[in-house]
């Protein structure tokens, strides 16, 4: 079952499944166990909060990409094999990926047998034979990501769901679409106009309302009756909270690990930072919002109530390692002025500007 609209809590059997397999499951991870190592091991699925990334989100393939749109696979399989000892750029996901390794770090400082932490898993459409100069790179940076799906042009959506994947970040806008229809709270990701500096000890996420974290039900009305009638319906439903969105799952992930940190008396010294920043007015509508997230049991560190003004300039100084948005101008106006962000293609708000 995978893990994502709802977050990761106890994780439950598929319908289907045998008690058998399960015991099989359990049976070769005891076997895994026993055999002694040195290295930190990755944390079981069951446990972990998987994040997997395609290998464009992750690196700089923008040359790489061009050589297989005009050259065809064969000749981008050479070019990668020719140049597999030369180390590829970050990508838009890179210094996000390196801020979850962070928190890992402090988590197995405080929590050293303790397996709920980040898994980044290399979910890639690339053929095999690419992979040396994936793991090189992935080395040169001293990046940890022990699992990779090469997938070699096959959809990964099928590997996504066995990984009990809890985000997937990729820069292909289809395989994004069809991994949020498939339930899994995925984002397209879009590198920044601009170089910024990123935290190296605190994990940054932002995120948009709604159809992000809630459902698009607001959008709705706001796209179909107007801005009055949207003020009006949120004020005489302050107290009904919002339906989940995609990445309410994720939120709820960040939090749990936040605990961890609260419990060790780390609040003022956490490494993760999570901001709301959405388009509400705070007094006409933002209430509900708040509400929502309380009856959730979740705790949002910053909420920036932006009443129709551009988010670009905020997130400027906010500096997140990534921006999840359903509107393509939101991620655009990141964009140009240096915020890494990353497309949400859930809701109405899909049908009047879709994704690149």
């Known amino acids: 079952a995978t893990r994502t609209m709802s977050g990761s809590g106890p994780e439950v059997a598929e319908p289907g499944e045998p008690a058998a397999a399960r015991l099989q499951d359990e049976q070769e991870w005891a076997l895994y166990d026993n055999v002694v190592s040195k290295r930190p091991r990755p944390p079981k699925p069951q446990h972990a909060i998987t994040v997997a990334v395609s290998s464009r989100a992750l690196f700089d393939l923008v040359e790489e990409r061009r050589i297989y749109e005009e050259q065809g696979v064969e000749k981008y399989v050479k070019y990668q094999q020719d140049n597999e000892d030369i180390t ?18 402090r988590l197995l400082e405080l929590y050293p047998d303790d397996e709920e932490r980040f898994d980044i898993v290399l979910m ?6 690419v992979g ?19 997938t070699g042009g096959k959809s990964p959506i099928g590997y996504l769901t066995a990984y009990l994947t809890n985000l997937y970040l990729s820069a292909d806008s289809e395989k994004v679409q069809e991994a949020i229809e498939a339930g899994i709270a995925s984002a397209t990701m879009f590198t920044a106009n601009k170089d910024v500096a990123y935290s190296d000890t605190q994990l940054r996420v932002a995120f ?21 009638r949207f003020f009006e319906h949120e004020q005489l439903n ?19 690990l936040q605990k961890k940190f609260y419990a060790k008396n780390e609040r003022l010294n956490c490494p993760i930072r999570t901001f709301l920043v959405t388009a509400r007015s705070a007094a006409s509508s933002g209430a509900r919002v708040l509400k929502t997230l309380r009856s959730w049991g979740l705790e949002i560190d910053e909420a920036l109530f932006l009443a129709g003004a551009p988010k670009g300039p905020i997130l400027v100084k906010i500096r997140p390692h990534i921006f999840f948005d359903d509107q393509m101008f939101h991620i655009e106006g990141a964009q140009k002025l240096g915020t890494i962000a990353a497309h949400v ?5 899909q049908k009047y500007h879709k994704s690149a």
């Open 88 to 105: 590829l750029k970050p990508g838009p996901a890179f210094y996000f990926v390196k801020a979850l390794q962070h928190v890992n770090a």
């Open 208 to 228: 948009d309302g709604d159809a992000v974290l809630f459902s698009d039900e607001s959008e709705q009305i706001v796209k179909e009756q107007g801005l009055d």
């Open 132 to 150: 040396v100069r994936l793991i090189n790179s992935i080395n040169h940076y001293g990046l940890t990501i022990e699992r990779f799906c090469m």
């Open 238 to 256: 302050e107290n009904k909270p919002l339906a989940q969105g995609p990445l309410k799952g994720f939120l709820e992930d960040l939090g749990k």
């Open 345 to 349: 293609p859930y809701g109405i708000g």
């Open 124 to 129: 890639t459409n690339n053929h095999a034979q």
